[in-house]
C-alpha cells in the first residue's frame, strides 16, 4: 500500500474543504492532522512563505501549499477521473467557478462566521487543538486575545460594516437560491463527477456556512440540494461519475453565471489598475503588498467597497493560462460563450506574469508572458 500523504487541514479552515474533497474523490490515501500553532507559524511559513492551511506533504517530503495548487500537482500525479473536463466550455467554466468561490465569497465567509456569536465556540474548539499541552482555559484566553486584532484587521478592509450587511446578505441569499434550483436537478455542477468547480465553491458553503451553527441552521438547512450537495462534496464516492457530453453548460447555471460575470469583470480591471499603479514602486521581485487599495465589489445590483488583492490577479492569470493554452478551435468556442453570457471582459485583463509566494502574489521575472 503506498505511504499516506500528511494533510495539514484546519476543519473550520475554508480552504481546507477544498483540498479535503479533492482527496477523498481521487482515492488517494492521505493522514489529516490540524498543525500545531508552532508548526502552522514556523515550519509552514518556512516551507511555504505564509503561515496558511491547506498544506500537504507528500511521501517523498515535499511540501505543496494553496488548494489549487495542491490540485494542479495531484492531477498529474494521479491522472486517472480528472476533476478538470476536456472539453473547452466545462475546463473555462471549472476554472471561473474555483476563481469565484476561492476570491469572491471572502466578505460572505468573514460575514456568515463572525457577525454571528452562536458560531465562535466551534471555531475556538477546532483552533484549541493547535495548542496542545496547555490548559482548555488558557488555550481559549491566547485565541481570543489573538483573534480579535486579526478580525479587526480584516473586517473593515474587506467591507464588512454593519451599512453593508443588507447588500451581503441578500447576494448571499440569492447565489445560495441559485446554487439550491442547480442542485435540484444536478448532482454536480457539470453533471455526476465532482469538478475543479466544486471543489472551490465548496469553501464557505461548507467550512463558513454548515459547520457554523447560526449559519447551518439560517442559510444551509433550508435549501435541502444544496446541503445534499455540500456531503457529497465532502463524502463523495471515489472515482465515480462523468461530466455531461457535448460539453453542455446546464441551463440552471446561465443566471448564476452572468452574476459572476457582472460582479467578476469590473473588481479584477480594478484590482490591475491598482497593481500597475503601485509596480513603480517595486524592485520587481519582493512579495506584493497583501492587499491594494479600496475599489468597488459589485454584489448584484448594489455594491461595496473593499481592498483589492493582487493574489486575485493571480487566481485569474491561472484561469486564463487554460484559456490561453487552448486550440484556436477551442478557444474560439470559450470566447463565443463567455460573449453570451457578458464574459468577453476576463479576456481582455493584461496581468503581468505574477508567481505566487505563500499567500501573496509576486512579479515573475523569470517567465515569458
Known amino acids: 500500500m503506498p505511504r499516506p500523504y500528511l494533510f495539514y487541514g484546519i476543519p473550520t479552515s475554508m480552504f481546507s474543504a477544498s483540498t479535503r474533497a479533492?482527496?477523498?474523490f481521487?482515492?488517494?490515501?492521505y493522514v489529516e492532522k490540524p498543525p500545531s500553532m508552532y508548526t502552522y507559524m514556523v515550519t509552514i511559513k518556512k516551507r511555504c512563505g505564509s503561515p496558511q492551511s491547506p498544506v500537504i506533504v507528500d511521501p517523498d517530503g515535499r511540501?505543496?501549499?494553496?488548494?489549487?495548487?495542491i490540485i494542479d500537482t495531484l492531477e498529474k500525479r494521479f491522472p486517472h477521473m480528472p476533476v478538470v473536463p476536456e472539453t473547452p466550455k466545462q475546463k473555462f467554466a471549472a476554472y471561473l467557478f474555483e476563481l469565484w468561490g476561492k476570491e469572491f465569497w471572502y466578505t460572505t465567509a468573514l460575514h456568515t462566521r463572525w457577525s454571528h456569536p452562536e458560531n465562535y465556540a466551534i471555531w475556538e474548539a477546532d483552533m484549541c487543538r493547535m495548542l496542545p499541552g496547555l490548559p482548555q482555559w488558557l488555550?481559549?484566553?491566547?485565541?481570543?486575545?489573538?483573534?480579535?486584532p486579526m478580525l479587526n484587521a480584516h473586517h473593515k478592509p474587506m467591507g464588512l460594516k454593519p451599512e453593508n450587511f443588507e447588500i451581503i446578505d441578500r447576494w448571499?441569499?440569492?447565489q445560495l437560491d441559485l446554487?439550491?434550483?442547480?442542485?435540484?436537478?444536478?448532482?454536480y455542477l457539470f453533471g455526476s463527477r465532482p469538478s475543479l468547480g466544486d471543489m472551490g465553491i465548496i469553501i464557505t458553503p461548507f467550512g463558513h456556512m454548515y459547520l457554523d451553527p447560526w449559519s447551518r441552521q439560517n442559510l444551509i438547512d433550508p435549501r435541502p440540494n444544496l446541503k445534499a450537495w455540500i456531503e457529497r462534496v465532502q463524502e463523495p464516492k471515489p472515482l465515480q461519475?462523468?461530466?455531461?457530453?457535448?460539453?453542455?453548460i446546464p441551463p440552471t447555471l446561465l443566471p448564476l453565471l452572468q452574476g459572476m460575470c457582472h460582479d467578476m469583470v469590473p473588481h479584477l480591471h480594478g484590482t490591475l489598475k491598482e497593481l500597475l499603479a503601485i509596480l513603480p514602486q517595486t524592485d520587481g521581485s519582493d512579495r506584493l503588498p497583501r492587499t491594494l487599495g479600496m475599489i468597488e465589489q459589485a454584489m448584484g445590483e448594489r455594491s461595496i467597497q473593499r481592498v483589492c488583492l493582487p493574489y486575485t490577479l493571480w487566481q485569474t492569470q491561472r484561469m486564463l493560462d487554460v484559456y490561453r493554452g487552448m486550440s484556436a478551435a477551442d478557444a474560439d468556442t470559450v470566447r463565443d460563450w463567455l460573449a453570451s453570457i457578458d464574459g468577453e471582459g476576463f479576456l481582455s485583463l493584461d496581468i503581468p506574469r505574477?508567481?505566487?509566494?505563500?499567500?501573496?502574489?509576486a512579479i515573475d521575472n523569470t517567465a515569458t508572458k
Open 354 to 361: 505574477l508567481r505566487r509566494v505563500g499567500l501573496h502574489a
Open 241 to 248: 461519475g462523468d461530466f455531461l457530453p457535448g460539453d453542455e
Open 26 to 29: 481521487k482515492n488517494i490515501p
Open 139 to 148: 488555550r481559549g484566553l491566547i485565541l481570543r486575545k489573538s483573534a480579535q
Open 63 to 69: 511540501w505543496i501549499a494553496d488548494s489549487s495548487d
Open 179 to 187: 446554487l439550491e434550483a442547480h442542485f435540484a436537478q444536478y448532482l
Open 22 to 24: 479533492y482527496l477523498r
Open 172 to 174: 448571499t441569499d440569492a
